[in-house]
């Protein structure tokens, strides 16, 4: 079967930096994307990553390791904009393409 | 204007009526999917598909259909409405290289009761 695994929750400080986490087991893998979604809101493209390593775009940073079926998104210099949903979804090959997501991670900032 | 359009926005209705959602893009894409979002569930692809010819169940589509005509447009039909499809219902588009990311509209919230 297919299943990706994240936080529930977390919080974190205004000016830190915090690390969200995603393993996944698929059969197959194509790339992961990484969401944001504020609550009520349409979810929005961060990064994709598809090789090993860490692809890094502004205050937001993604890596990946294919070997471990792991991944993380961080995030740095918290604003309280940044207080969202965070959702993990794998794209993999079966007879077509599809993504699979995450049930999101809830990140609060506080001041 | 939005890129991929959902209509209605909100929606409340009553258990076994008919219920259609529709979606239109503009971005010009081939693929389009149906999702549906609930509390600590995450999303759940309801239907794809990747082109007008196209049309693939996801991991939830029992009780639900769907009807690509045309490119730009997919629905998305409840036939006889229960109460736990009550939820957030996303409609995305793709390009046709399947590695790129996905453009969700604005989101439908339907109740049922």
């Known amino acids: 079967g297919q299943n990706i695994d994240q936080p529930t929750e977390m919080t974190a400080t205004e000016g830190a930096i915090v690390q969200i986490n995603c393993t996944y087991q698929t059969s197959g893998f194509n790339g992961l994307f990484w969401y944001q979604q504020h609550a009520g809101e349409a979810p929005t493209f961060l990064s994709y990553?598809?090789?090993?390593g860490l692809e890094e775009k502004g205050r937001f940073s993604s890596f990946l390791s294919r070997s471990k079926g792991y991944s993380y998104l961080l995030l740095k210099e918290l604003q309280m904009k940044d207080s969202a949903s965070y959702l993990c979804?794998?794209?993999?090959?079966?007879?077509?393409?599809?993504?699979?997501f995450g049930s999101g991670t809830r990140l609060s900032i506080r001041p | 204007d939005a890129d991929v359009t959902q209509t209605p926005r909100n929606r409340i209705t009553k258990t076994g009526k008919r219920i259609m959602l529709e979606c239109s893009q503009t971005k010009g894409h081939d693929r389009m999917y149906w999702y549906r979002q609930d509390p600590g569930l995450g999303l759940r692809l309801i239907y794809y598909?990747?082109?007008?010819?196209?049309?693939n169940k996801g991991e939830i589509s029992d009780g639900y259909s769907v009807s690509r005509q045309a490119q730009a447009k997919f629905s998305l039909s409840l036939e006889s409405a229960i109460p736990n499809q009550t939820a957030l219902y996303f409609c995305a588009t793709g390009k046709g290289t399947g590695n790129q990311p996905q453009h969700f509209g604005d989101g439908t919230r339907l109740s049922i009761l």
């Open positions: 598909s990747f082109d007008v010819k196209d049309i």
């Open positions: 990553n598809v090789l090993d």
């Open positions: 979804a794998v794209i993999f090959y079966s007879s077509a393409s599809k993504i699979i």
